[in-house]
Nanobody, 128 residues
Framework: QVQLVESGGGLVQAGGSLRLSCVAS????????MAWFRQAPGKEREFVAAISRSGGSTYYTDSVKGRFTISRDNAKNTVYVQMNSLKPEDTALYYC?????????????????????WGQGTQVTVSS
């Protein structure tokens, strides 16, 4: 059974930092790209960042470029997102997702439908 378990969310003041973690277990093989998505109240889920199986390729949505960094430790089956200079508009439920390809086109990376597995989410709240 595949499980993705996120942690690291919390309440932080604007300008602060958080690091989210996602531990994956039960994936059929190791050839998975990983991503973070988020969903704010009353809004649609949106793509945040993706990382290739090797960790050599990453892609970010424009609103987090220069502030967020996605990384992974394959030995620990864990993907991270370091979030710096947080803004109130970053407040959302953050989800980890896994897809069974090493990498993909931009259109596929940002499309939640392309990800087969999802975690339950971790809440990030940024106060002004």
């Amino acid at each position: 059974q595949v499980q993705l378990v996120e942690s690291g969310g919390g309440l932080v003041q604007a300008g602060g930092s958080l690091r989210l973690s996602c531990v994956a277990s039960g994936l059929p093989n190791s050839n998975y790209r990983m991503a973070w998505f988020r969903q704010a109240p009353g809004k649609e889920r949106e793509f945040v960042a993706a990382i290739s199986r090797s960790g050599g390729s990453t892609y970010y949505t424009d609103s987090v470029k220069g502030r967020f960094t996605i990384s992974r430790d394959n030995a620990k089956n864990t993907v991270y997102v370091q979030m710096n200079s947080l803004k109130p508009e970053d407040t959302a439920l953050y989800y980890c997702a896994a897809a069974a390809t090493a990498w993909a086109s931009r259109a596929t990376l940002i499309d939640g439908v392309s990800y087969a597995y999802w975690g339950q989410g971790t809440q990030v709240t940024v106060s002004s």
